[in-house]
Each structure stands twice: as C-alpha cells, then as structure tokens.
C-alpha cells in the first residue's frame, strides 16, 4: 500500500512540475506597479509554449520555457486600475483574478514595522473597525531562512479590510492609507517582510560581507539569540532574494533596535545592503528609512544608530528619513502611536516621490557648521519657524580640540543656531540630543522634530 501511496505521489508531482507553477507573489487579489515595464515569471516543461493575456494588455504575450524549466514575461502595465485577470496557458491555464494595477512598496526591517494593530497599537479598535479599503492589498512574506538564496517563498495577496488590517503592519497600513487619498484612488499594494529582533545583517547578502569582512566580524559581538537565526544572510536568501524580480516603486525600512549591540560599523553595514538591493533589483528606487525610537538603557548606542540612519539618509541617493522620538515614552521598545508614524513616511514619499506639494513634510536637518571664536554657528535645512519646544533647549554640546563634550547655550536665529559655552573656548564640534531618553525639543512649523546629530565622525 506504501508502495502505491508514493507511485501516486510521484505521478502527482510529475503532473505538477508539468504544469505552470507560478511563484506565491503572483495570487488573486495582487498589485502590480503601474506604468512600468514589469516581469511575470514561473516555471513549466522544458520547450512548454506559455501564453500569457491580460484585460489591461492591448495584446496576447507568447514565450517558450527554457532548458532550466523557466519561463519570463516582460510586460508593460500602463495607468492605474482594476479589478483585472491575468491568464497564463500551457498545458494548464492559470487564471490570477481581482488583479489591480497601482503603487507596491516593500517595507522591511525588524518589530516595530511588523508590528501590528492587535499588538496593542493605541487607538487600535477604533481604527480598526474603520480598515476597509479593498484597494488596499497586503502580502505577508513570512519568517523564513535560508544559508543559500530562494526562488520562491509563501504568501498571498489579501485585500484590506478589518479582519486583514488588525494583524498586519500597522506602519504599512497607515502609509497606504495616505498615500491612496493623496494619490486620487490609486490602489496600493504592501508587501511586508519583517522579523522582530533581527539585526542588519540578516537582511544583507553575502556578497557584502566577503566584500568588508569587518562587517562579519562585528556581527559576532552580537551572539546568538532565541529571537532570530544566527545565519548571516539567513532572511535576505529567503525573504527577499526570492522577490527581486518583482517590480517595486521602493522600499520602507525600520529596524536598528538590536544593532545597538554592535552600533560601530552599522552606517556601513546599512549602505551597502541598500547598494546591494539596487543591484539585485537593477534599479535605484527610493529607499526610507524610519529611524528608531529613544529607548531606555544601553548606554549611548541607541542614539548612535540613530545617527547612522540620518548619516546613512543624507549620503545614500535616493533615500529620507523620518523622525519618531517625539511620539512617545522611552521605557517601551516597542512604541504604541503607529499612525504618525505611517503619516509622517507618506508625507515625505507624496513629496519626494510623487510631487505632490503637502507644505513642510521634512524634519530640520543640520546643513553646516561654521565656527567662529568661541561660537558654533549651526545652519538647517527645513528650518521655517525654527523653535525650541520650552523655548529654550538643554540638549546641546560643544566641544574644544580635546574631545569633551559640555552643555551648550543656544540661540535661535531664523534658520540658525548659535552655540556657546564658557568652557570651550574654540569649538571643533557640537551635538544635540546625544543621549538614548532624552525627548527632543527641537521643531519646525509643522512640529516636526530635529534627528540627533553629531559632527564627530563615529562609524
């Protein structure tokens, strides 16, 4: 009986590798990124003709599969709409229905971007209950590692509605939200591939780290953990290698929180694993990052890695930054006020992104210093309505060739800053909010918070 159990199976399979078989990213329910040229690829029998039709295609595609069993579309996709079908024939048909065409972004990184609604989000049920967007879809890639890159992973597209929204990113969610008023209707896909606690380096190809072996070796300081694998590279080969093919308009990233651990080293870990995305993909699509909240504890690393993101925002192409540290306490890892948090980010993409003219959307950023006798005189970008949330600010420092930092006076003038101690008589560098709990209390008119920022060069 065994033996006629696993004939049956391997017929089964035999039958299956015959057919087209389409990676999970292609589903019912799925967005594709509008006005581009997008591929649709698979797997059928060796020398297979494959047929491909869709509604929004002004004509029929035809490839034959390769040798290796693989076959590609490249199509192009036009404006925004949907519901749509896409069939694909061989020897079987596929048919992928409720299909749309709009705007897909991967967002990435560690908990607080996985972090969901049901988690205890605030507002949650109130948000909730209001979460029907069918234009809205989501893609859960989830939790897998690999030591070697995967052509395939498993998932499928979902549209938003109260049930799908609560257990879904809660960032994600709320960026598509914005950007789908903004953008007139246009429909939005999330894919979201996040693991809580994982460090960079598990989101980084191996080709980077053969490349800085320094990188290698700092992940050691962080050891092994009960939260993640302890495989460089683990989620990149399984969590996103398998979706690079799959076009994207970019890509949202939160996650530093366990790089405290080893924060030396993590401004260049974080840009080359943008470079090596780019490349994987061809293209250098914008990629944000949402910079981590202040957390108590650690000594100073928190704050360091904040300073890698706004460092690694403003040398990186096509790359932003929004800032967290004012929305809430300093005693939670995992902060509860998500929804400015996904405003803040669609603020910054509707602008950069898709020119659309939303006023102040950037948070001041330091755009030079000049030193002047015994003054540090601090110019910022963004800057209208410069202000000091108690009128005056304790969080900044200066400090004289001998490296010591000492609390500064500041003054607010326009678009600048004036820096002062008694102490420091010819200032070389300043810093402000240098410290992993202290709230920052510098802001512009649309009450946006300053980064934490250091002139000192720290890797």
């Not at 696993?6 to 590798?17: A, E, G, Q, R």
């Not at 989501?138 to 049930?163: A, E, H, I, M």
């Not at 108590?296 to 540290?325: A, F, M, Y």
């Not at 909010?433 to 300053?450: C, I, R, Y």
Request: net charge neutral.
């Amino acid at each position: 009986m065994k033996f006629i159990i696993s004939l049956f199976s391997l017929f089964l399979t035999n039958l299956l590798f015959a057919n087209i078989n389409l990676p999970a990213i292609f589903t019912d329910n799925m967005v594709l990124q509008r006005n581009a040229e997008i591929i649709i690829w698979g797997n059928a029998n060796p020398k297979e003709e494959i047929t491909l039709k869709g509604d929004f295609l002004d004509k029929e595609y035809k490839v034959v599969t390769g040798n290796d069993a693989v076959f590609k579309f490249i199509i192009p996709t036009g404006k925004e709409g949907g519901p749509y079908t896409v069939t694909l024939k061989g020897y079987n048909e596929v048919k992928l229905k409720n299909v749309m065409l709009g705007e897909v972004w991967l967002i990435s990184g560690q908990s607080n971007m996985e972090y969901t609604p049901a988690w205890g989000m605030k507002d949650a049920d109130a948000e909730i209950a209001k979460a029907n967007f069918p234009d809205i879809r989501f893609f859960t890639v989830p939790k897998l590692s690999s030591s070697y890159p995967q052509n395939n992973l498993f998932g499928s597209w979902v549209s938003c509605n109260p049930d799908t929204m609560k257990n879904f990113s809660a960032i994600g969610y709320f960026f598509a939200q914005k950007i789908q008023e903004n953008l007139n209707g246009v429909p939005v896909g999330i894919i979201s591939s996040t693991w809580g606690g994982s460090p960079a380096e598990l989101w980084t190809p191996e080709s980077v780290f053969r490349q800085n072996p320094q990188l290698a070796d700092n992940y050691k300081k962080l050891g092994s953990s009960e939260y993640y694998p302890s495989q460089m590279s683990g989620a990149y080969n399984a969590m996103i290698f398998p979706l690079n093919p799959y076009k994207i308009k970019g890509v949202l990233w939160y996650q530093g929180e366990t790089n405290t651990g080893n924060a030396e080293g993590y401004t260049d870990l974080l840009s080359s694993m943008i470079q090596s995305w780019r490349q994987a993909k061809g293209e250098e699509f914008p990629f944000y990052i949402i910079q981590i909240a202040k957390y108590t504890g650690w000594g100073d690393t928190t704050v360091k890695i904040q300073n890698s993101q706004r460092t690694v925002s403003e040398t990186v192409k096509n790359s932003g930054l929004v800032i967290t540290s004012d929305l809430d306490r300093t005693d939670d890892i995992h902060p509860k006020n998500k929804k400015p948090v996904g405003i803040r980010m669609a603020n910054l993409i509707l602008k950069n992104v898709y020119g659309k003219n939303n006023g102040l959307v950037e948070s001041p950023k330091l755009k030079n210093v000049e030193y002047k006798g015994n003054k540090a005189i601090l110019s910022f970008d963004f800057a209208d309505g410069l202000h000091f949330k108690n009128k005056e600010s304790k969080l900044f420092e200066i400090a004289g060739t001998e490296g010591q930092f000492v609390p500064a006076t500041a003054v607010i003038k326009g678009n600048q800053i004036i820096l002062e101690s008694k102490e420091v008589k010819n200032p070389v560098n300043v810093r402000y909010d240098w410290s992993n709990t202290a709230v920052p209390d510098l802001f512009n008119q649309s009450e946006l918070p300053a980064s934490s920022f250091s002139t000192e060069k720290i890797k």
